[in-house]
């Protein structure tokens, strides 16, 4: 048997004692309610060291605890979210507004997308209808004839103004509006060509113009007579009829029994016509014989017969 030393059997004692008594706690007494004994508390685990105690601790007034571990927590995690996914969306998702291109898009063009044969000599035109009563044009209707056949005719329908776009040919053409100078004074037009020229009238009117390669200019004043042809030997008799006198330097226009010809000489110092709103009116007894207007240029010039009286 090995001697121990008698400190070495002191410690041995007082560690083995420790083990075996439980720790007396004293609670506090200042001002403090005493403990609730043991036995008379609920139990809140039955596998808990405090609840297993003897009988003779739980009525003791100090509260009893024990130097021994409690059980270890489970260390069970918790369960992994599942991945639920979400419904598929009824719309797709917006991606915002489309990007702008970088290329303008093309300027729409002035006048209308029409085409006419200009290999055929016609070229396009431009009718603009106005009534200062904006109520259309009524009865009255314009027409354009080339020739003495009929090309084009319409009216406006309702409203302050309209337009009309035709393919004509070069030639002489006449246009014509009807109504009286009374009841349709406030209808007039404008008839425009590709270069910037024009000329006006107001109902009632009949006035002439020339197209030629998409301009227009006033009517030329017809061919002279062919001049008559000379035999090389005078024959006794003439063969041929008598030659037709020479021609006048104006239209030969046949003017009704007591009416006389009548020359009207159109200028403007600007050189670009009379422009919107000015035109000459020749009237007899408050009645509109003649009216029209200097389109373009500097110059221009009109006949008519008149019934001449004091």
């Known amino acids: 048997m090995i001697a121990r030393h008698p400190r070495q059997r002191q410690l041995r004692n007082a560690t083995a004692a420790s083990r075996a008594s439980p720790i007396m706690l004293r609670a506090p007494s200042r001002g403090l309610a005493e403990p609730t004994p043991l036995s008379e508390r609920a139990p809140t685990n039955p596998t808990s060291p405090l609840t297993a105690r003897p009988h003779h601790l739980s009525s003791h007034p100090y509260l009893c605890t024990s130097l021994a ?60 209808m106005t009534d200062t009563g904006g109520d259309g044009w009524g009865d009255v209707a314009y027409t354009i004839t080339t020739n003495g056949t009929t090309r084009f005719t319409g009216t406006l329908e309702d409203g302050y103004s309209g337009t009309r776009y035709f393919c004509i040919e070069d030639n002489v053409h006449t246009i014509v509006l009807n109504g009286s100078k009374a009841e349709h004074s406030d209808i007039c037009f404008e008839f425009d060509d590709t270069h910037g020229e024009a000329f006006r009238g107001c109902a009632p009117i ?24 000379a035999t ?43 422009g919107v709103g000015i035109e000459y009116r020749v009237t007899t007894n408050e009645t509109l014989i003649h009216n029209g207007t200097l389109a373009s240029g500097s110059y221009g010039k009109r006949r008519a017969s008149f019934y001449f009286y004091i």
């Open 69 to 128: 571990p409690t059980h270890l927590p489970t260390p069970r995690p918790s369960p992994v979210p599942s991945p639920v996914l979400t419904l598929t969306p009824t719309a797709p998702p917006s991606f915002g507004t489309v990007a702008p291109t970088h290329v303008p898009t093309v300027l729409p063009t002035p006048l209308p997308s029409y085409e006419c044969d200009e290999s055929n000599d016609k070229y396009l035109y431009k009718l603009i």
């Open 206 to 229: 009949v006035d002439l113009f020339y197209t030629n390669h998409g301009e227009i200019h006033g009517a030329p004043s017809p061919a002279p007579s062919p001049m008559p042809s």
């Open 232 to 274: 090389s030997q005078p024959s006794p008799l003439p063969t041929t009829p008598s030659p037709s006198s020479v021609p006048t330097p104006h239209p030969s226009i046949d003017c009704p029994e007591d009416e006389h010809t009548y020359k009207l000489i159109l200028s403007d110092s600007g050189g670009d016509g009379w």
